[in-house]
């Protein structure tokens, strides 16, 4: 097949959900670790999400790195199969639209910090945000439990599904990452 730059993680996942399959999503923290990533999917013949979180976005010289980095392998190593780009646990609105800006095709708004209408305010402003790039955005309501980049978090006892149904019609999110007691 031709080779098709990234994806948004939306049309991935709603192919996913109609062709009844998942799609993994890994953190990528070096040139390495994205090559292995991408060298396989493209052996299993299966869409994949590269999901960066905010240490690894410095730790790799920012966005445009990359985006850049990415772009390049899926071109050198000729991969085919289709790849999303997604800003994971971003925890600014600053963060969602400089990742948006340099070409992730998906990013994640965490406000699961804050109390429920802090979180649906902020978050809202995300999508807009994303929105205005045409990417998908996710959420997080609850606490999942472990650790990310710095922080550490208890589990709690679960995302209440009412709450996250009103949730997701307050703030217009594609995705939405909930606790059910397990940890990272």
Known sequence: GEIKMLVSAK????????????????????LEWTKAILQTAQELNSPVILGVSEGAGKYMCGYETIVGMVK????????????ALHLD???????????????YT????????????????????AVLIANKFGIPTEAELGKVGGKEDD???????????????????????????????TAH
């Open 106 to 125: 998906s990013v994640m708004f965490d406000g699961s910090g804050e109390d429920f209408e802090k979180n649906v305010e902020l978050t809202a402003k």
């Open 72 to 83: 390049g392998m899926i071109k050198c190593l000729n991969i085919t199969v289709p790849v």
């Open 89 to 103: 646990h971003g925890s600014s609105l600053e963060l969602c639209e400089a990742s948006a800006k340099a070409g």
């Open 11 to 30: 049309e991935m996942l709603t192919k996913a959900k109609a062709g009844h399959y998942a799609v993994g999503q890994f953190n990528i923290n070096n």
């Open 151 to 181: 922080h550490e978090a208890d589990a709690d006892n679960g995302t209440d599904p009412k709450k996250a149904a009103e949730f997701v019609l307050r703030t217009g999110i594609s995705s939405l990452a909930v606790a059910i007691g």
